[in-house]
């Protein structure tokens, strides 16, 4: 294992080894190693500025864009400030601010000063932007033309900015920098030397204003399979630019978030082993709480149906299935429903036609397990247990019409609870399994009690 391999190493000293393992690793890589050294008490965390050291020049920056706040925040506590100087001028502006973000006071100050004027000023123009909008996620290096260059004039100016540019594939035609073109690498090198951008360029640009929020910028990469989306202010003056790697972590944000939602938690922005104990447990109690005093609702109506148990005391062991039936049933529609949402293919205009659509779904899924479990229910009281119960096709009709009640309100409560937190502004993710459940265990229990009283004939004392 080259973990084990490198701490041999680190141990005899022998750094000429380890440099040389490192020019053959791709930079992801090493900072994985990196992170496996921080979390481990084995070595001593002094050493893992010294391999850093250790790390050819045009890949120390790389790797430590891809590695954690917290390994970030040593190693910049351990920098020199030319060595820090040295990191800050390769990395990319996008990256910086990333990292700025998560790191404390202190350390902000730290770097803010080391970097240069140029530097800290694009700093604190991505830095004065809400923290969910496109402003926000976007990088100001980029590679802009102008309209009446050559091809061969443009090829020679991305040869000289290129390499400090965070994408040369896709090009922006600029004028008094109002965004008037884009073209691609490729276009450049397929047409002749002197043709002029203007006629090469494409006008119909999609942009993306700069307070837009960034998942629906991350969407925009999605539709169009971009590998960069130019950032406009109101006066469509190119700003910045969003690159799909940035995307992909808003992406992947936003999943985390629903996800979390969707299981009754409030999200953690930390992985799973580096958030504390107490922090799991806050951040899962909220939630918890509100579901389970919400849960007696179904207590309280069991209570007031006293009488129906009484008289038919086989009835109470039905209600965990009918319960458990209305849950999994609400959870799958609320699942579709949010993933519809999510990837645009529901819009709250479709409320109806979703509504309808579950109500026949709901039909045919109702129907099917309530003829199953009815035949069950009539065999298993009338041959196999006849003495639990005098009249069996009682029993077997009432939780056949109570499976297709709670399935019915099941998915329509699993659709329209989403549907109306997005009309509310609200995470429709956050009307997800947990808080649908109790909704639905409560409205099952009612339904199977009345449907009970209403068959065997039992009144209320």
């Known amino acids: 294992m080259l973990y084990d391999t490198i701490k041999k190493l680190l141990e005899k000293r022998n750094f000429k080894v380890i440099k040389e393992i490192f020019e053959n690793m791709n930079e992801a890589d090493i900072a994985d190693l990196f992170g496996h050294f921080h979390d481990n008490d084995e070595i001593d965390k002094r050493d893992l500025p010294v391999l850093f050291r250790l790390l050819p020049k045009d890949a120390a920056a790389d790797v430590f864009a891809y590695m954690e706040p917290d390994m970030q925040e040593l190693l910049i506590n351990a920098f020199t400030d030319k060595e820090l100087e040295e990191v800050i001028d390769d ?11 998560e790191m404390p006071a202190n350390v902000v100050s730290r770097i803010l000063k080391t970097a240069d004027t140029e530097t800290r000023r694009q700093i604190n123009q991505i830095l004065k932007y809400p923290k969910d909008s496109a402003g ?47 073209l691609s690498v490729l276009e450049l090198l397929t047409s002749d030397d002197d043709d002029r951008i203007e006629d ?54 936003e999943n985390t978030e629903d996800f979390s939602h969707m299981a009754g938690m409030q999200p953690i922005e930390d992985s799973y082993f580096k958030t ?5 447990a806050r951040n899962r109690i909220a939630w918890l709480l509100v579901l389970m005093l919400s849960a007696t609702l179904t207590g309280t109506i069991i209570t007031k149906y006293e009488a129906a148990f009484a008289a038919v005391p086989l009835l109470v062991s039905f209600i965990p299935m009918l319960t458990g039936t209305g849950g999994n049933c609400g959870s799958q529609t609320s699942t579709m429903i949010i993933r519809g949402m999510s990837l645009g293919e529901i819009r709250l205009r479709d409320f109806f036609k979703v509504v309808f659509k579950e109500f026949r779904i709901a039909l045919i899924v109702s ?26 096709l009682k029993l077997a009709i009432t939780v056949s019409l109570a499976i297709v009640s709670t399935v019915i309100i ?22 997800a399994a947990p808080l649908i459940s109790t909704i639905v265990d409560t409205c099952t229990t009612l339904v199977f009690f009345n449907i009970a009283m209403l068959i065997f004939d039992i009144h209320m004392v």
């Open 276 to 280: 504390s104990v107490v922090r799991h």
């Open 200 to 253: 090469i360029m494409e006008t119909n640009v999609i942009t993306v204003d700069t307070l837009e929020d960034k998942e629906l910028v991350a969407k925009q990469f999605e539709k169009y399979d971009f590998l960069a989306l130019p950032v406009v202010d109101k006066e469509n003056r190119i700003v910045g630019i969003v690159t799909f790697d940035d995307a992909m972590d808003v992406m992947q944000e």
């Open 367 to 392: 129907v099917i397990l309530a003829l199953v479990n009815g035949i069950r229910i009539y065999i298993t009281y009338a041959y196999i247990s006849p003495n639990e119960i005098d009249d069996p």
């Open 410 to 431: 099941s998915k329509l409560i699993g659709c329209m609870l989403p549907m109306l937190a997005k009309r509310l502004h609200l995470d429709p993710a956050l009307m």
């Open 91 to 101: 990395l990319f502006i996008d990256d910086t601010v990333d990292m700025i973000e």
């Open 136 to 182: 926000s996620i976007m990088t100001t290096e980029y590679v802009y033309l102008d309209k009446e260059m050559t091809v061969r004039e443009a090829l020679e100016k991305i040869r000289h900015v290129g390499f400090v540019k965070e994408t040369v594939y896709t090009l922006y035609v600029t004028e008094s920098r109002r965004l008037i073109g884009v």
